[in-house]
């Protein structure tokens, strides 16, 4: 073996991995990495907060997390740029007043992690064009805009592995809808550890199981999101009376008439919502009433709006006062930009290494 590569292979003298092991003493090497993308798109919903911020919060506490702002992601579909600055901020303001803490967790840009936009053209070469077009995600895209099917759009599932891969991170928190995106990440991973080196774990969908929970929009069909029924959706940006109006406007109907009757899916969807927010007493008061016939949903909803607004008004609060201060939010996007880069820096160069890039 030649003088070169044989410091490649002695860890205690390569000065990357000397470098690593240095950055992983930092990092605390016991903890699995987390990861995890969010779109700048929109604002923030009731289902954001219980089917993932609220993970990230109880993630932070326990691993080395990097959650990401997916602002390259998004022109893949939205290349009006015009907004993006507004909703990337947002999104950093909503997170935050939900508890993600930037001490705590790495909260950053994805455009401002360079090292994203290699890993992305060395995975690429790992993604096959057949496989790309039968993703489900990119199928629904091309129905939605069949004249913007572009590139980026075929290579988004090869973007998010660079992101995830990125950090070797193992754990990444995502809903249902992610996990052929992930599936894919696997594949990727697969292959380069294959092709070149064991360099990345295999990442896998991540939740508390109890904290998977379902938030049901206001109208009976569904869940809360972000396209569909704005009346029926409460956003964390939602004021007092909105939200209480939203609340009002949940259907019901003239009530049970038998005692011990099943809950219709609509009266349960409230009931649903009032579990995440509402005092078990509350909840076990008007349970009984349902029971007996006694209940009137009117009063059930204005429980249901005020605890609404308990919750969701100091959320708002916080977010807005953050929103305002924009020095703030450039330190959390700086020092978050900051963290990432080290442990890109450090991913990319073993990555180099394991492809045979280094020729000296
Ligand atoms: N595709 C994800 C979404 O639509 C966002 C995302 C981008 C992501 N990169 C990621 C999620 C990496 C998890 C890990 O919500």
């Known amino acids: 073996m030649s003088a070169q590569f044989y410091y490649l292979r002695r860890p205690d003298i390569n000065p990357a991995i000397v470098g690593l092991r240095r950055l992983s003493i930092r990092k605390n090497m016991n ?8 779109r700048p798109t929109g604002f923030l919903h009731l289902g954001n907060y219980f089917g993932a911020i609220r993970n990230y919060v109880r993630l932070q506490e326990e691993f080395e997390c990097y959650f990401m702002v997916a602002d390259l992601h998004s022109l893949t579909t939205h290349p009006d740029t015009s907004e993006l600055k507004s909703n990337v901020h947002r999104v950093l303001a909503e997170n935050i007043a939900c508890g ?44 939605q805009s069949p004249d913007n099917v572009n590139a980026g759009l075929l290579t988004y599932p090869v973007l998010q592995a660079a992101d ?44 508390y199981s109890e904290e998977l929970i379902k938030v049901p929009s206001l109208d009976g069909t569904g869940k809360m999101s972000k396209s569909e029924n704005q009346m029926a959706t409460l956003y964390l940006a939602d004021d007092d009376d909105t939200i209480r109006k939203k609340v009002m406007k949940a259907k019901t109907d003239g009530g049970p008439t038998e005692i011990n009757s099943i809950k219709p899916d609509f009266i349960a969807n409230i009931f649903q919502l009032m579990k995440l927010v509402s005092s078990d007493e509350v909840i076990a ?17 204005k429980q249901l709006g005020e605890d609404m607004v308990k919750f969701i008004s100091p959320i708002r609060q916080k977010a807005t006062d953050i929103l305002t201060n924009e020095e703030y939010l450039k330190e959390v996007m700086e020092k978050g930009a900051a963290k990432a880069r080290r442990s890109a820096a450090a991913t990319m160069e073993i990555v180099r290494e394991a492809m045979g890039l280094k020729y000296f």
């Not at 360079?114 to 992305?120: P, R, S």
């Open 31 to 38: 903890k699995k990495i987390v990861m995890s993308g969010i």
């Open 100 to 143: 993600l803490d930037p001490e705590k967790a790495a909260f950053y840009c994805q455009s401002h992690i360079h090292e994203t936009g290699e890993l992305y053209l060395y995975l690429n070469m790992l993604a096959y064009k057949g496989e790309l077009e039968k993703t489900v995600t990119f199928k629904d895209k091309v129905r």
């Open 164 to 207: 995830i891969v990125l950090h070797r991170a193992s754990y990444v928190p995502v809903g249902k809808d992610q996990e052929q995106h992930l599936e894919m990440a696997r594949t990727y991973v697969n292959r380069f550890n294959h092709r070149y080196k064991e360099v990345f774990p295999e990442p896998i969908a991540f939740n």
């Open 285 to 301: 008061k008007f349970d009984a009433d349902f029971n007996n016939c006694t209940i009137r949903y009117g009063d059930m909803k």
